[in-house]
């Protein structure tokens, strides 16, 4: 007997009267006055469960089928018929029905079929995938991981996963977990007294990776255009709804380019993912519209559609400062934008994506490129509707003298930086690139309001991510 | 002025006669006596350089051009021909070479134009993508990264993205790496005077995971078919030519599936892989069969082409037994297979991949499927010729009852996988799955010895990933 998954049948790829088994998950299950059960069953494949339609005749109807409840595994084999009723165009009217896993105690089962509030969900984080809403968050994830490999393969990017452990311990973007397997209760001392990290795993202090950045350009520098795709990690002690201590990050790397280079790829990008998700997973989108986020279609369409817009940090200054807006956080050239501010900007002044560029030198990192009035550097930061900062990115200094003062001038010691600096000393060129969150894009296009809910695992049981 | 990737020159996707802009790193330059250069020219686009024909006459060619080394960065602008020489069909008759970025030194630069070891190049890993042989290995592993998020796509697989910090102590999978924010001078510590892990980031105790398998299930048991890619730990003090501490794996797991299922997965997903690198990247793999493999192409031809063979693992051990072959570890029921053993009947007996099934339930772990002769469980390992172990897999526990037993039969406390029993008290289904390291199917493609040089950096200054 052919098994189909449930989009398959849905999408009418199986033949009207032809039979074929699906296998799935009760949803809800319904008895009519005239003798049958109406079961929708979902498999994951899509949104949308199928109704099995399960007659009366059938062997096991009475001991079994009209005991079936939400989260019963369930294996329906029948023909497909077209559906009568609303929604759905077709549905299976079973011959057979096998239950192959049973509910213990349906009763206190957490996932019924009724709306939980998040807060719930993240407690049984290991059950709440086989919520209309978690399915719905990781498809549209899986939707957005998988276009973001294919646009950077459709435009000549090489994939490369940079080193996760690393004993660099200043690169100065965040507070770093230490990974370690000396044995905590007897750690081994200098003469000095001091914790003797020799003894360690790796010889010496190592740490948990913030960026891939500084690592991808070796490789930016010899395939021209990279990108990295993985995780990363923040010690923040900062418990909020917007920031995870584990998360993934994608970081394209491109050589003989500018800042504005720069900006048309992060555009290029931002479009490609959105347009890929309006394309592939309207069923979910549909879903989040209704239940989650009013625009969540609406949204991406204007984005894919809009033109972004380009302004300089201090056009963006004094544009604040005579908007007769009252913010929070003052306004003022040589102090970083707030979301507030952000928010103003692509929101009411533009009503598009914006991207802001050469910002005070003083308020990025040291390897951003100093521009020739010598108080600016070539970093941008894309601010989108609804979020703010989405991306953010700089072209890279490329000559080692500029390099090596700005690295003094942040209190960085260049010899720590050997590696780094030869990419200056051998064959430098102009180069470029951008960071952005992945699961941050992802709480955008679900339109949710926790960063807990765009990941798998949040709070599980013996696990801990946030 | 159009740039155009040299890949793409080479390719034939520039007209001859048209103008165009290429940019990359020097490999060679050779002066003839007619008055003008030959420059290979090299963007890692492709595994070829372009060939830059730089007459005398151009303004630069006595100052800049003739003083061009290995690893320089040129842009250099002109006609496309057709070439007369030997290999490449095109080259490029330049008008204007501008050097982008000079080698300070150029006596003392690492990458030198001639064959380097791989321990030398793996001191100087951060420039070691400019040659041959790393720019081969990093484009051989974004075809294989790329195909296997692709493969799993087409066959409606989801992508999780599975915890990587984790609270969970009890996997058994192997050695784990503490990770902590607390001060290791300063430690905090319990009234009875162990390490206070309440007062650290997670409030308990957290660790690199080993696996992502028992998370993923979690998202297997509601969208069917999903899979993992990403970064796994193991602190083993292995400092061998095939551990690494830090390493991708991919995880499949299916609902609804027995062994049969898995095994017949694993081989189609290894065929996809391997066939995309011999669809994309020939150029690459016919450098390795010249310097590295010779069979580094004819091996997965072979291997695409040659149906799987299957074993019981207690057949394989009456073959080992009979084979007449000294062995240096004992072949007897109950023990498992060495790589010795496992080489032998892939390479020797069957001379094709082989998948051995259902081997002895002590020396497997506690979430493998007892089979009903109560000594076995439902595992397997696919072997393949010339690297042995390829791909591990079994089909998962999904009674209950038996689970427990199990665990307990480990010494490991059912409470403590409380989260992990629920997916057998609701709606539990026959599932499976298989893992597989990622570098080490690298290392199998590309013929490499040592899985350091599967890695991006293996020992960059001030990193470290061995």
């Known amino acids: 007997m052919a098994v189909a998954s449930i989009q398959q049948v849905l999408d009418g790829k199986v033949a009207v009267g032809e039979t074929v088994t699906v296998q799935g998950w009760v949803r809800t299950r319904r008895d009519s006055k005239a003798g049958l059960s109406f079961i929708n069953l979902s498999d994951g494949s899509g949104f949308a469960p199928i109704q099995i339609v399960a007659p009366a005749l059938l062997a096991n109807y009475e001991s079994e089928v009209k005991r079936l409840s939400a989260g019963c595994a369930v294996r329906a084999t029948g023909a497909v018929a077209a559906s009568e009723g609303q929604g759905q165009a077709y549905e ?7 239950v192959v896993g049973w509910v213990e105690d349906p009763e206190t089962y957490p996932i019924q079929p009724k709306a939980h509030s998040l807060e719930f969900l993240r407690e049984v984080a290991h059950l709440r995938p086989r919520t209309n809403l978690f399915g719905a968050v990781s498809r549209i994830r899986h939707c957005m991981a998988q276009a973001i490999h294919r646009f950077f393969h459709e435009q000549g990017f090489y994939w490369i996963n940079t080193p ?19 044995d905590m209760m007897n750690l081994p001392r200098t003469a000095k007294g001091e914790v003797d990290f020799s003894k360690d795993f790796f010889g010496k202090e190592a ?12 490789y930016c520098l010899a395939l021209s255009k990279v990108y990295t795709f993985g995780p990363t990690f923040r010690a923040e002690n900062s418990h909020t709804t917007r920031h995870l201590a584990e998360f993934w990050m994608i970081e394209p790397e491109i ?33 989040l519209a209704e239940r989650v986020e009013k625009t969540a279609i609406s949204k991406l369409e204007a984005f894919i559609n809009a033109p972004f817009e380009r302004i300089e940090y201090g056009d963006a200054i004094t544009l604040l400062q005579k908007s007769g807006q009252k913010f929070d956080y003052p306004v003022e050239w040589g102090l970083d934008l707030q979301t507030e501010h952000e928010r103003w900007l692509t929101e009411q002044h533009v009503g598009r994506p914006v991207v802001v560029a050469n910002y005070p030198e003083h308020i990025k990192a040291f390897y951003m490129r100093l ?30 003298d500029v390099l090596d003062a700005r690295m003094r001038q942040f209190g960085l010691d260049p010899a720590h930086y050997q590696w780094y600096r030869d990419f200056r000393r051998y064959g430098s ?3 470029a690139g951008f960071g952005l969150g992945f699961e941050r894009l992802v709480v955008y296009v679900c339109g949710l309001q926790n960063i807990r809910d765009a ?12």
């Open 207 to 218: 740490f948990l990776t913030v960026s891939g950045q500084l690592n991808v350009e070796a």
């Open 92 to 98: 299976l009217q079973a011959e057979t029905i096998e």
């Open 429 to 431: 060129v102009p180069h």
């Open 371 to 400: 521009n020739d009035d010598g108080r600016t550097v070539a970093a941008m930061d894309v601010l989108a509707p609804g979020i703010g900062e989405i991306i953010g990115g700089s072209q890279r200094e490329e000559r080692l």
């Open 164 to 182: 996760i452990i690393s004993t660099s311990d200043a690169e100065g973007a965040g507070q770093m977990f230490r990974i370690s397997t000396l």
């Open 455 to 466: 990941i798998p695992y949040p709070r599980a049981p013996g696990l801990a991510t946030f």
């Open 255 to 287: 050589a003989f380019a500018d800042l504005n280079d720069d900006a048309a790829l992060a555009e290029a990008f931002l479009k490609y993912i959105f347009k890929a998700v309006l394309d592939e997973r309207m069923d979910d989108l549909t879903f």
